[in-house]
């Protein structure tokens, strides 16, 4: 099966288009039309070679999720034509990601290792292992760079420097929390942990809206509950379900993002691997079983166009 790596679509009112890593987002006004391609980044770089099913697999994750939360906080998503496309509100977005972490993981355990004992202005305890529970969930923002990397940031300096106003970032600071509970029971019910994971917020006509992915496997950091105490008394690794595997593939083959490293050859073995492990991802997220099949851009463009 080929991987959907681009498309180039003209679509009535159509004002713009814009180039992620892995999206292609077409500006129609007061609506947008988000394709979610089989490109993969990781590093912070488009990979050479697109993951078959990738693209449907985190859109119908995210739709999923974004239609379990609608009664918590209003959503971008107003119809999903097509596996792999969302059309939805056009919002104008804060510029923070609100990332909230459940443990001890990732970059948060990277800082506490070098013995910093604070992240984003919010104490963290003495005394924790790697992949450990916080005693209550913390939220550590990042700035939203339009490129290059995203940065830690304060609540305290992400309103004295006007990103978001005092008013605004105590309602999404209480969406984020709603989010993230709501998140770690679904978890629960399929046997996870929702580690951590990240959202975004925007405005459309003074309203709050939560927008792009929710608790998708590219956004957000699961491990398995089964054995989860065992390993961390061991101080093993968890098992886990998260894109972090193609990273330590990366890492293996010698690739971390930094000048001069080549990505390592992506065969036909190594592309159908990660594909059947993004299926994994989606079955034990959703519970559901998996059912994609082989489409052209054509018949994509077709079914946007006949739900606008």
Known sequence: MDAILSTDFRFPGQKGKYVGKVRDVYDLGDKIVMVATDRISAFDCVLPKGIPFKGQILNQIAALF?????????????????????????????????????????HAWREYKEGKRSICGVPMPEGMKENERFPEPIITPTTKADAGHDLDISREDIIASGLVSAEDYAQIEKYTRALFKRGCEMAASRGLILVDTKYEFGKKDGRIMLMDEVHTPDSSRYFYAEGYEERIARGEKQKQLSKEFVREWLMAGGFS????????????EVVEGISKRYIELFEHVTGQSFSGSKRSVEEMENNIKAAL
Do not use: Y
């Open 66 to 106: 974004l239609d379990a939360t609608s009664d918590i906080v209003p959503n971008w998503k107003i119809s999903v034509p097509d596996p792999a496309v969302t059309i939805g509100h056009k919002c104008e977005p804060f510029k923070v990601e609100m990332v909230i972490r459940g443990c001890l993981s990732g």
């Open 257 to 268: 993002g930094q000048q001069g490293q080549s990505v390592p050859e992506m065969t036909p």
